[in-house]
């Protein structure tokens, strides 16, 4: 059963910056691809960042030099740090594995940013 579970969100001014977190249950965590996702209103869920079981990273140009994917195989999660964050990535941020499980989609932890 795959459970994936995000933390970290909340309500922080332009500029700011949160870091999220996500404790994954998923069998051969240390070997999957993962992802950060997030979705607006009104908008289609969007793939943030991902990070390989060999640490390659890559990001969306919108977040690239302000987010940072990390994971720790250890603890089965997955972070990401945001900073210089912008009202435009307000959003649900989720995480998944690449390529997503259909089933593993969480609560998702909400990211707001306002003045």
């Known amino acids: 059963q795959v459970q994936l579970v995000e933390s970290g969100g909340g309500l922080v001014q332009p500029g700011g910056s949160l870091r999220l977190s996500c404790a994954a249950s998923?069998?051969?965590?240390?070997?999957?691809?993962m992802g950060w996702y997030r979705q607006a209103p009104g908008k289609q869920r969007e793939l943030v960042a991902t990070i390989t079981s060999t640490y390659m990273t890559n990001y969306r140009d919108s977040v690239k030099g302000r987010f940072t994917i990390s994971r720790d195989n250890a603890k089965n999660t997955v972070y990401l740090q945001m900073n210089s964050l912008k009202p435009e990535d307000t959003a649900v941020y989720y995480c998944?594995?690449?390529?997503?499980?259909?089933?593993?989609w969480g609560q998702g932890t909400q990211v707001t940013v306002s003045s």
């Open positions: 998944n594995t690449i390529p997503q499980i259909p089933s593993g």
């Open positions: 998923i069998s051969r965590f240390s070997i999957s691809a």
